[in-house]
């Protein structure tokens, strides 16, 4: 029987994961956990409790209380707001890490744990379209340059002490329920917001700002099948690229339009600009796919739909 502890689990990624986890586990066999207050279904559909992943020595009372067995560590500070407070971000991206190496390396009844890395551990001297698994990785941001080095200290600690950790570098991720916090493509969950509520949007990104992103539900199934996959069909232990849709502000907005006619976007880019501009425009996630089979399901159009519907119901429900 697995035990998983979710940290970070109030976050973008954290509150879908808990759930999907805990649907396929058990909803007791979920522990969640955040520095704050979760959603809803989060706090009371299993346990949840107020833990801070910078406090090793309450974290390995609770992994040991808890008996657990696989950790998810979602917790970070994302690249815009890590360029506002860049040593402070380093600390939390980096000790958080390498609190949870350390714990694995000590505790035998985890078996695996999950960190996510990023498009971000590319640069601007990285091939930016296709951009290959293995290629130049030379990132001019702090959060970038946490990501790469999380990359060199996962694979470490594989080889050296055999812990068994997982990962995948997300695109711009995109959902409805919770919304994104201090990211550089955090303007492609912004827009449906905005565009639902006022029928207009200003982008911080150019119109050409092509990114690649993918629909959270894409990622949370990406991410459960690499927890799930056989450990001898991974021949990598950093971080496997994945794709998603490849697009633009303009063509997201053109999408929106075809739903909301009336919709009007402008452009007012902002210092996330030159980190968007550093940034892949489209990724080779063919890796992954031979490994472990990875697989979408949403492209421009069905995710454009589906978070439309997913926001209003959001706001409506909000009223
Ligand atoms: C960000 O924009 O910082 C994140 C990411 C791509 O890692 N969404």
Known sequence: MENILVIGAAGQIGSELVVALRKRYGAEQVFATD???APEDVMNGGPFEILDVLDSNRLIHFVIRHKITQIYHLA??????AEKIPMQAWDINMRSLLNI????????AIKKIFWPSSIAVFGPTTPRFNTPQFT?????????????????????????????VRSLRYPGLISYKTEAGGGTTDYAVEIFFD???????????SAESKLPMMFMEDAINATIDLMEADEENLSLRSSYNIAG??????ELALEIKKHIPDFR????????Q??????PASIDDSVAKADWGLKYNYGIDKLTETMLEGVRNKLNKAD
């Open 136 to 164: 130049i990785t030379e990132p001019n941001t702090v959060y970038g340059i946490s990501k790469l080095a999380g990359e060199r200290w996962i694979e470490y600690y594989y080889n050296r002490y055999g812990v068994d």
């Open 76 to 81: 970070a500070v994302l690249s815009g707001n």
């Open 195 to 205: 565009a639902v509520r006022n029928g207009s949007y200003t982008s911080f990104l």
């Open 265 to 272: 976007i402008d452009y007012k880019p902002d210092f996330r």
């Open 35 to 37: 520095i704050k207050q």
């Open 274 to 279: 030159a980190i968007a501009d550093s940034w």
């Open 101 to 108: 190496l350390d714990l694995a390396k000590e505790v035998e």
């Open 245 to 250: 849709i490849s697009f633009d502000p303009r």
